[in-house]
């Protein structure tokens, strides 16, 4: 199955390398453009059937939207998964402070987080105050300034559902303690110079509008969404538009369809042009408010033009061709011998931040339970499904060789000695399991088919289990692309005495099963960090309402230490919980891991070079993007 993939896609890209050079539909744009450009534009190639026609950040959430409105407008923060710590955007600092607006700083500046706890453990009070100061020079694109009435705009219509038409924006602003209704404030947890009835904060004394503070819940991981999820709008665009309408409207017309297609953003780059086959970013240089260290521009190309391809391997034609530099997009293992063997081509092989998992059905609904869905509410059942995987082989078969085992308890380590990361947690390491002269992997096979025997010891002719006199037998929904790695799985299972197929998962497949829990198994990709545990443990393993939760877990004990967890106000404390919760998402078998994919991705060093990728980035990112160097 793996060489007839292979000579499948290998043969696929053959025939474009063959065809003619007509590779955008009805692109309009000299296919030598790029070749002859010695302007310092990036021509960027991405795939998808059509490119979208406006990039309001609240409603652009498919295909490139998302990425060209994080061009365009900022958040407050950027998170640095390295270190754990947030960055600067469009503001620049951010403090805990007392009840009175006082900052808690340790004396070399930093948040003094004993401090933090010691003041918010008590029952005083529902929130914690944090406080957020905004660059001094940054400006929207249309040149006015930004100011601290954007946030409070933008922070308040975003818990106000009658306005923003957007209920996204309510679980964005979930841990801030601020609502409100048709523009009236029910409960004020946002405070600026201009909206601060208590009289209690303390402002710039130079009357500067930069200043906001925040009541949020009394928990480390409350600012997270508020920081790095929430892009800010101008309140002069939208407050005007949002009177006597909804912010998010799905048959813009006037005005709001005006200004969805000509975004006014504080970001690095403007909206220059765009097209059915093409999208123009134009870089902001100096005048954004973020600047290289010598005070230049902080990106190094001028302009950045996606071009539309409506499959991948018209788009590596067009890399290969030399029609554009780098594409935005993650490749198969299975292209890498073919771009190392090209000249001017940079590869770039770095190690990836997701989790690949099996994840069963342990709970599904009552109208969607199967004889063969109840043996997944047993754990030891579950238990030899996940001793049966042998995550190094299918890294090698599958993926080439591009990849790293993942650990059960879903969490990757960033460094050798990650704070965050739990060894223990990673129960299937074949070193925890050699022994007797067998390997890793024979040992748990031999540990699985002990424990399927005290539970269904009768098999059929054909050595699988009978359970009730049925064979044990599941679907795997998936996509096309995972169909090799459901073939793997068959033989692993097979081991076992456990048969598995391929179901193909279709178009809408969370609408259509997952998000209903009608289906047995299925692949998802899981990345926890210290950014997202708080909201996304939540979604994985406790919520059942339309949430990463495809099995629909219900675990008590689970439940109640990630809300201890996301409760904690000490840091250490935080971080002891997080490695505790590792090891029992592990002994859950729940999300079985199968690999950790690395992330592959290519570009032209003829026009540009220093490219970088840090772990899960493709090339072009933002780092790229910041030491770019222009071919002489």
């Given amino acids: 199955m793996k060489q007839l993939l292979k000579k499948i ?48 950040p609240w409603s652009s959430r498919d295909g490139i939207a998302p990425t060209i409105a994080s061009f365009i407008y900022n958040t407050l923060f950027s998170m640095d998964t390295e270190t754990d710590e947030y960055t600067p955007s469009l503001a620049k600092d951010w403090c805990y402070t007392d009840l009175d607006g006082n900052e808690m700083r340790t004396p070399e500046g930093k948040i003094d987080y004993e401090e ?9 009070t529902d929130y914690m105050v944090v406080k957020v100061t905004l660059h001094d020079n940054a400006t929207w694109s249309d040149g006015k300034k930004v100011t601290a009435e954007d946030v409070y705009y933008t922070f308040d219509i975003a818990t106000d559902n ?84 909804k912010l998010v409207q799905d048959n813009a017309t006037g005005e709001v369809l005006y200004q969805y297609e000509h975004p006014v953003g504080c970001g690095a780059w403007t909206l220059e042009e765009n097209s059915r086959q093409m999208i123009v970013l134009k870089n902001r240089g100096t005048d954004y408010h973020l600047k290289a260290e010598d005070g230049g521009a902080l990106y190094k190309v001028d302009k950045l033009k996606f071009m539309l391809y ?66 997944f509410a047993n754990p030891d059942f579950r238990k030899a499904i996940a001793l049966a995987i042998n995550q190094p082989d299918i890294i090698k078969s599958v993926l080439n060789g591009a990849g790293n085992t993942a650990s059960a308890g879903l969490m990757l380590p960033r460094t050798d000695n990650d704070p965050l990361y739990n060894p223990q947690s990673d129960i299937f390491a074949d070193a925890l399991w050699e022994g007797n002269g067998a390997s890793g992997y024979e040992n748990r096979v031999a540990e699985a088919n002990r424990i399927l025997d005290g539970l269904y010891p009768e098999k059929d002719g054909d050595g699988y289990r009978l359970a009730n006199g049925s064979r044990i037998f599941f679907e795997i929904l998936a996509n096309p692309g995972e169909l090799e790695l459901v073939s793997y799985l068959q033989q692993q299972f097979q081991k076992i005495g456990v048969e598995v ?23 998802q990709a899981t990345i926890f960090s210290a950014a997202n545990v708080d909201t996304m443990y939540d979604s994985h393993f406790i919520s059942t309402s339309r949430s990463s939760n495809y099995g629909r877990l219900a675990d008590e004990a689970l ?32 999300k079985i891991p199968v690999y950790s994919s690395n992330v592959i991705s290519v570009a032209r060093n003829d026009r540009f070079t220093n490219y970088t990728a840090s772990a899960g980035e493709t090339v072009f990112n933002e780092d790229t993007l910041k030491q770019l160097e222009k071919v002489v």
């Fill in 162 to 245: 009658t306005r923003s038409g957007h209920a996204g924006a309510l679980a964005w602003t979930a841990d801030l303690l601020h609502s409100s209704k048709e523009g009236q404030f029910a409960q004020q947890g946002i405070f600026t110079r201009n909206h601060d009835d208590w009289g209690r904060y303390p402002y710039a004394e130079d009357g500067s509008d930069t200043v906001v503070y925040l009541h949020v819940k009394k928990a480390l991981g409350a600012v997270a969404m508020l920081f790095t999820t929430i892009l800010i709008l101008p309140e002069h665009i939208w407050a005007p538009l949002t009177e006597n309408g």
């Fill in 116 to 124: 933090v706890e010691n003041y918010y453990s008590g029952d005083d």
């Fill in 9 to 56: 896609t290998l043969a696929a890209l053959s025939c474009v390398l063959a065809f003619s050079a007509t590779f955008a539909a009805g692109c309009s744009t000299s296919i030598a453009e790029r070749r002859n450009d010695t302007s310092s534009t990036l021509y960027v190639g991405y795939v998808s059937s059509a490119f979208p026609t406006t990039f309001f």
């Fill in 559 to 590: 439940t109640a230490k990630i809300e201890e967890m996301e409760s904690a106000l000490n840091e250490n404390v935080k971080y002891d919980l997080i490695r505790e919760i590792q090891t029992m998402i592990a002994e859950l078998y729940y």
């Fill in 310 to 375: 409506l499959e991948q391997n018209t788009a590596i034609y067009a890399l290969l061709k030399g029609h554009i530099d780098i594409l935005d997009a993650s490749m198969s293992a299975n292209y890498l011998r073919l771009f190392e063997q090209e000249e001017g081509i940079y590869v770039s092989n770095v190690t990836g931040t997701a989790s690949q998992t099996l994840v069963l059905n342990v709970n599904p609904q009552e109208q969607y339970k199967t004889p063969m869905r109840d043996l």
């Fill in 501 to 523: 197929e391929y179901k193909a998962e279709g178009s809408m497949a969370e609408d259509t099963y997952l998000f209903a829990g009608n289906f047995d198994m299925t692949f």
